[in-house]
């Protein structure tokens, strides 16, 4: 029996045009850090203090220090109360010097900033006293984003396609990036905000199945993979960015505007043949696979060519299969607490590595480098050990590493430190890993939909990361003991999936356990035709 990974060997396993389309997917990959984390930077903390130039009308000689000295309150360590001030008096000058102020209140007409500090998102909207906790809800308004992209795009690409559910998170994410940067509000800012996040999520998902659905068996986890870490570069890139471009506006357009020039994927980004062959479009699937075959220098036969059709058994799928079936439900359950394991950990570490003693940019940049080193490191550890063990055992030990934080004493900072980026390194290499996997266990009719659900999962532990760090101000180690406990579980859970490392996509929900290659072959040979090999 002919199946479709034969036809994916005649074409050419990781031609030319699959390392084309590879690097299209790479390129968008590259501004995802800065919708991610970029917030980072254009919401800088900065010292402030209440607008009190009421005083000058009665003292409009008063030196800067002698106007604060007069109108705010100080803390219990001595400086200046950055979110009350006095209130302003009839008096005459005179009087307030020898009587002072004693009433306060809120800083009803403002603050004041650093002159010299470029605008960011804090100063222009006032994040700061009652609204500081603006920024948190903002991203994670952005996550939420995420997650609602999941639950979209995930199944419309298994129903419309591949490649216009991509071109529309490309214009999602292209038009609304660069609106950000013209917003007169912020709650106009966090609605553009949960908007791109929405394109992020189906860029990110569309992704994985272009990569996986176009390549042979052996080159999975490296087409998938080369996208991830094009995303780490994309981390060091941002770190230079911002330290270039302070202006907040600025920056939102230096990180947005570029995805305008992908639109020219219009032409040249290609249909998934393997999902057109589940939906019976067959001729525009072989138009597919012999435009790909022209590119790689190949040719199919035609005797193979017309072996490409349907099967009567496949149809579309919704979530409801996922749950249906005995075996897609175990995958799908378990799947999703990976993901969900894998953000909890990633995010929980992020946020908790303090102890680098570098500056922000800096921090960024050696975040980068070590999320780059575990996205390489995956492709081979996969080749080596396959997709469970990798999956199961780094999951493990990301956990142990977390619940080992726990048991080190507060002063060491610089041994936590090595541990949390160890842990980062470890995280980073099995969410890779659930990427490559989830490609592989779901069938093509519900692949997307299975990765968007497991998407899902990973953003609401993204939600939920800075929240469990809020509970350290109850003991140091209730963070970490909650990561490291619930990632040791789920890496054991993960033990009961099946191996797909060798194995053919599954394209129809039948199959409850994964298939290895057929033995009959058909291999290319320079363009000259096929030689068949048992």
């Known amino acids: 029996m002919v199946e479709f990974g034969d036809f994916i060997n005649a074409v050419g396993d990781f031609g030319l045009h699959q390392q084309l389309l590879v690097l299209f997917l790479c390129l968008p990959q590259f501004l995802t850090a800065f919708h991610m984390i970029g917030q980072v930077f254009i919401v800088v903390d900065v010292p402030h203090h209440c607008d009190t130039s009421w005083i000058r009308a009665v003292g409009p000689n008063l030196t800067e220090e002698e106007q604060l000295n007069l109108t705010l309150p100080r803390d219990v360590d001595g400086e200046f109360e950055q979110c009350s001030r006095y209130s302003p008096v009839d008096w005459d000058l005179g009087s307030i010097m020898e009587y002072g102020l004693n009433t306060t209140e809120k800083c009803i007409d403002g603050w004041v900033y650093p002159s010299a500090q470029p605008p960011s998102l804090l100063t222009e909207f006032d994040l700061v006293c009652d609204k500081k906790d603006l920024a948190d809800v903002s991203q994670a308004v952005f996550m939420t984003g995420l997650l609602l992209g999941a639950l979209t795009f995930g199944p419309l690409s298994d129903r419309v396609g591949r490649r216009p559910m991509y071109l529309l998170s490309i214009f999602l994410e292209a038009l609304f990036g660069v609106g950000i940067a013209f917003v007169p509000h912020f709650y106009v800012y966090m609605a553009f905000r949960c908007v791109v996040g929405i394109g992020v999520s189906g860029t990110l998902i569309i ?33 230079g960015l911002s330290y270039g471009i302070r202006h907040w506006r600025l920056l939102q357009i230096a990180g947005s505007a570029p995805m305008f020039a992908l639109f020219f994927y219009i032409w040249v980004l290609p249909e998934s043949p393997r999902w057109l062959v589940t939906k019976g479009r067959i001729e525009e699937a072989k138009k597919a696979l012999q435009k790909a075959a022209s590119t790689n220098k190949h040719t199919i036969p035609p005797e193979l060519l017309e072996q490409l059709k349907p099967e009567a058994q496949t149809k579309s799928g919704s979530i409801l299969d996922l749950f249906r079936k005995k075996h897609l439900l175990k995958v799908t359950l378990i799947m999703s607490c990976a993901w969900f394991a894998d953000s909890l950990v990633y995010f929980g570490l992020s946020l908790n590595v303090t102890g680098f003693g570098l500056n922000i940019y800096l921090t960024q940049l050696a975040f980068g480098a070590v999320e780059l080193l575990g996205r390489i490191s995956c492709i081979y550890l996969l080749q080596w050990f396959g997709r469970k063990k990798i999956q199961s055992l780094l999951l493990l030990l990301s956990g142990l590493l977390c619940l080992i934080i726990t048991c080190i004493p507060e002063d060491q900072a610089v041994v936590i430190t090595i541990l949390a980026t160890t842990g980062k390194f470890t995280s980073t290499v099995a969410f890779s890993t659930s990427y490559v996997y989830t490609a592989e266990l779901f069938p093509t009719v519900i692949r997307q939909t299975g990765a968007g659900l497991c998407s899902m999962a990973a953003r609401v532990s993204g939600i939920l990361a800075p929240l469990i760090l809020l509970l350290g101000q109850y003991h140091r180690v209730i963070p970490m003991a909650i990561f490291g406990g619930a990632t040791v579980v789920i890496g054991l859970l993960c033990f009961l999936l099946p191996e797909t490392q ?10 409850a356990t994964p298939q290895l290659s057929n033995k009959t072959v058909f291999k290319a040979d320079n363009g000259a035709g096929l030689e068949k090999k048992s």
């Open 502 to 511: 060798g194995t053919e996509l599954p394209d129809n929900m039948g199959t």
């Open 207 to 239: 992704t994985l199945a272009l990569a996986t659905e176009w390549v042979g068996i052996s080159s999975r986890p490296k087409a998938v993979i080369i996208t991830h870490c094009c995303s780490a570069i994309g981390q060091m890139i941002l770190a």
